[in-house]
Structures are given as C-alpha cells and as structure tokens.
C-alpha cells in the first residue's frame, strides 16, 4: 500500500525526525530498516539527505563514528528495536571512550507495549544509559522537535559524546503540528565553563619556571580547533610534545619538537622525556592507564598541569597541581596573551639526545615481510595528505608509532575501548565524509573479519577505500602477551583456518592482491594508492613479530620489557 502524504500542517512524529536531521544540516545517515523504524524509513525515502544502508547495525555505527571523526560533524545511525538497537552498543560505547560526537536514532515497541517482552523489544534506553553522554526514551511526539535540537546539542558541544534517542512506533505514526523548539538548554549542563584568570596566571608562572616541560596532547586539541594555538605556544616555547592516538596529527609529528606516541607501546624517547619532565601540560587528554600505567611513578619531577573542559577528567588518576577547566582553544589564547616567547636550548639538545639514543626499533628484514615496514611505506608514500584508518592490535600500535601525522583528523582508531572491527566500517564512514582525501586502511586478519560484511557496502557505492591487511594469521597482540607472559602457551590465538583474503574480496567485486616478498613492498603499496577505486592488499608478515618497546600493564615510565630479559 502506497503511503499518502498528510495534508496541512500535521506531521507524523517520522516526518518531525527527518525534518530536524536536516535542519542540522546533516548530509548523510547510516543504519538498517526493522520494523520499529518502518515509519522513519518511510519519511526518509523523501529526505534531503543521503542514506547509507550498511550490512549490519555494528557496521553502521562505527561508520557513523569514522564520518564524524575525519569531518568533525556529528555522526547519525539508525537501527531498528531489539536487535537492531543492541548491534549499536559496541559502536556507542566505541564513540563514548573517545568522545566522538554521533547520533543514533532507534526505534522501540509501541508505547502502550513498553515492558511486556513484546517481540524485538529491548530497554536500550536503560542498557545505553552508561555508554552514551546522554539518552532519550521519547513517548510524546510533541517532544521530537526540542529533543532532537537538545541532541545534537549534547552531542557536539563540551566534550563530545553519543547521544541515543529512542523512538516508539505509535510516536513515529503520530500526527502533530509540531511545536518549534526553544534553545537547547540543559539544567545542569555547563558545555563552557568559565575559565579562572587565577589558574591561566599559575599556569602561565609555573612554564615561566619550567626548565623542562614537556605537553601531552589528547583528542580535546581537534575537538576546540586549537591546533593553530598549540602550534604557536609549543614553537615559540620550546615544549616537546607527544600524543594519544586520539592527539596524532594536532601537532605535526615531522617536526622536531614532536615526541610521537607515550605509553605502554610509546616511543622511549618520548617516556623517557616524560620521565625527565619539570613540568607536564596535559592538554586536552585523560591520563588513561595505557600512557600513566602506574600513577605513582609517572613523570615523578614534574607539576602535572591539566587543561580539559571535562572537570571530572582533572585529577581523576594523576594528582594535578595546575587544574584548568575550560575549552583549550580559549585557554590557549589567553595563555599566549600572558606569555613571552622562551627559548629552552638545553632541553631541546637533551630530548634530541634521547631521540638518538633510543630509536623506534625497526627489525631487519630476515626474507619475510615485516609489518613495520609496510607500515613505514604507507606513511611515506601517502606523507600525511591521507586519511589512515587503523583496525585494533599490533598493527594499531605499529601505526601508531610509524604513521607520520601531520595535520588533524587524518588518523582514525578505537583507543579507549579497542574496539576489534572498527576499522572497515569507520573507513567506509571517514570517505564518505572525506570524498576529497584517499582514505587507507590498515587493519589485521582478526579484526577485518568482525565486520568483513561492509566490503559489500563499499563495493554498492564504489567507495575507494584502499586496504592494507597486514595478515599475521594469529590475533597479534593477544598472542604477543602469550609470548611473553605465558611460556609462548598460544591459547585459542593462532588460526587453524584462514579464508583466502583476496578471493573472498573478488567475491565482494574488489580487486585484491596478495604479497609475500619483501622486495615487492613499496611497489604493492604504491598500486595500492594508484589504482582507482576500492583496492584491497594482503601482506603477509612474520607471525612472531612483536611491538616494541613495551612497557608491562602497571609499570612506570622507564620499566621497558625486554623479551630476552
């Protein structure tokens, strides 16, 4: 039966829904039909906006979440209820430990059904409620319009988050004249906290006094736009800095006052100068335990001064003695107002010293293929105008240490969760976002096949993601830990069965190759990148190969593994 369109100005609470995502101005959603969502997917067959229909809910929601990562827009995804709304979880929760901004719309049972395990219900309302920033259950549709602009509010605003709303049937099929939303604002909700002048003043006296400071950049540098405000404070101070996965790129990493990746995978330089530090300027990240393992022996000669717009960030881990709560882009302006350009020659020789001294180590080649070097080869060939795409893994930890970032949102990975299979879908997500950019995605066997479906959706919209599958035939990370702390007892981490990666990518209609000689690297990777279209190149590379240096779960700063030791 066809759907009429109602006449006047009555809408269907459907109708409210699309009609809010483009007054947001949002150019394309992901998700997946069910039957709670029948009417939502009715209204957007006449929408201004593109949908991208994924091969399952997980695929969608982490596509949503590489779109907003590589554009800065909020992300939409919309599933239907029960199972639909569950396959969201993993990619919600995903999004929430890296506070990336997305919207998922789901729909839910008929109102008046809520509670009776009515068929494909499920209280996602209550099961998303501590891994989203914020959450809906709307039972009025006269509501739609005010929760819909409080939504993308949220979700954009202060730290960024996933914002879910959740949708009964009988509210999507209502018919309203839909009030206009007031201005969204939440009791309670201080996105912009006003900064002290007291804490930029300690601020600014303690880098006065420092000798040797050393900034630690997190994601909160791309999501203020500080990134020309922090290139300005770091050059004309002589502060090293190293970044979080979710910092790579807000500073450039081929200049030398860059230390790339700290922590548990970091370079040594890069702990070692954190080791060393007088002074550390965490500026818009979270000491998470994979950077400040043991608290107690993290930068033990330095103030720790934190700068986040989230106060519950400060202090949470590591002791602060210089707190600034507020939007770093803001606080940054005011701190290079206050300050005189210092030089600091002695520190930058002792850092450079240190960077010589305790290279990344890069294995030589043995006649396999090592990881790293394909790793290395991506990075110089693409030289930062790419956006990499990273799986979970030793290769994320490869990349991370090897990709040479240059400039903000171009490195995409799952760092607070880990979360395997991102990395196909987020890809997807991040060239549709990023038509303009190649997008290049390094991932493992093991998480390529959590979300392989997607290969399908790449292929429907001829998306030209390029591949990289760096395949170890085991899932890498889990068994290095074997290797080390597990007398090599590789329990359930090495496959007994791998498919044939390039036919199963020629079933998808992607042309596909698959290298085995280390010489024919470079070459693979350049026709990996020239090629048009979707191209997918399987290398494969030594099982036993390890990420290194390591430092064990729980360690300090300078306690470095040795596997001999």
Not at 55 to 78: I, M, P, W
Not at 123 to 139: H, V
Not at 229 to 251: H, I, Q, Y
Not at 358 to 387: C, F, N, W
Request: glycine share 10%; charged share 20%.
């Amino acid at each position: 039966m066809t759907k009429k369109s109602h006449d006047g100005p009555g809408r269907s609470g459907a109708q409210i829904l699309v009609e809010a995502l483009e007054k947001a101005g949002v150019e394309i959603v992901f998700g997946y039909p069910g039957g709670a969502v029948i009417p939502l997917y009715d209204a957007i067959y006449d929408a201004g906006f593109k949908h991208i229909l994924t091969r399952h809910e997980q695929g969608a929601a982490h596509a949503a979440d590489g779109y907003a990562r590589a554009t800065g827009k909020v992300g939409v995804v919309v599933a239907t209820s029960g199972p639909g709304a569950t396959n969201l979880v993993t990619g919600l929760a995903t999004a929430n430990m890296d506070s990336v901004p997305l919207l998922a719309l789901t729909g839910q049972v008929a109102t008046a059904a809520i509670g009776n395990d009515t068929f494909q219900e499920a209280d996602i309302y209550g099961i998303s409620i501590p891994i989203t920033k914020y959450n809906y259950l709307a039972k009025n549709p006269a509501d739609l319009p005010q929760i819909m602009a409080e939504a993308f509010y949220l979700a954009a605003s202060g730290r960024p988050g996933p914002i879910l709303v959740d949708v009964p049937k009988d509210v999507q099929t209502a018919v309203i004249v839909p009030p206009e939303p007031e201005e969204a604002r939440i009791p309670g909700y201080n996105p912009t906290p006003n900064i002290q002048p007291e804490q930029i003043d300690a601020l600014a006296e303690a880098l006065s006094l420092s000798r040797r400071p050393v900034a630690y950049l997190g994601g909160g540098v791309q999501s203020s736009g500080a990134e020309e405000e922090l290139f300005r404070f770091l050059t004309e101070n002589d502060v090293p800095a190293a970044s979080t996965l979710m910092g790579k790129g807000s500073f450039p990493e081929d200049h030398p006052l860059s230390l790339g990746l700290p922590g548990m995978h970091g370079a040594k330089y890069a702990n070692l100068a954190i080791h060393e530090a007088d002074l550390i300027l965490c500026l818009g990240a979270r000491f998470d335990d994979r950077v400040a393992g043991n608290v107690r022996r993290f930068a033990p000669r330095a103030r720790v001064a934190h700068v986040d717009i989230d106060a519950a960030e400060i202090g949470k881990r590591v002791e602060t003695h210089l707190p600034v709560v507020g939007d770093l882009k803001t606080v940054l302006v005011r701190l290079l107002a206050l300050i005189s350009p210092a030089a600091r020659p002695e520190w930058l020789a002792r850092v450079d010293e240190l960077k010589k001294k305790h290279p990344l180590p890069l294995p030589e080649e043995d006649g396999e293929i090592k990881p790293q070097s394909v790793i290395r080869a991506i990075s110089e060939i693409t030289d930062g105008e790419a956006v990499i795409v990273t799986d979970v893994g030793q290769h994320q930890m490869w990349a991370a240490q090897l990709i040479v970032s240059k400039k903000p949102r171009r490195f995409l990975s799952s760092g607070g969760l880990g979360t395997m299979g991102y990395g196909l879908p987020a890809a997807m997500g991040a060239q549709l976002g990023r038509p303009d950019l190649p997008v290049v995605l390094i991932c493992g066997d093991g998480g390529f096949q959590m979300n392989v479906q997607e290969l399908a959706t790449i292929r429907e919209h001829r998306l030209p993601v390029k591949i990289a599958l760096i395949n170890n035939g085991c899932l890498g990370m889990v068994r290095q830990w074997q290797q080390f702390f597990y007398d090599k007892r590789y329990s359930s981490t090495v496959w007994d069965f791998m498919p044939d990666f390039v036919k199963l990518a020629e079933a998808y209609d992607i042309p596909a190759v698959r290298v085995t000689d280390p010489a024919e690297v470079r070459g693979a990777v350049r026709g990996l990148l020239e090629r048009p279209g979707p191209q997918l190149a399987e290398f494969k590379v030594s099982l036993e190969e390890n990420v290194l240096p390591m430092i064990p779960a729980g360690g300090g700063q300078t306690e470095f593994f040795s596997p001999q030791g």
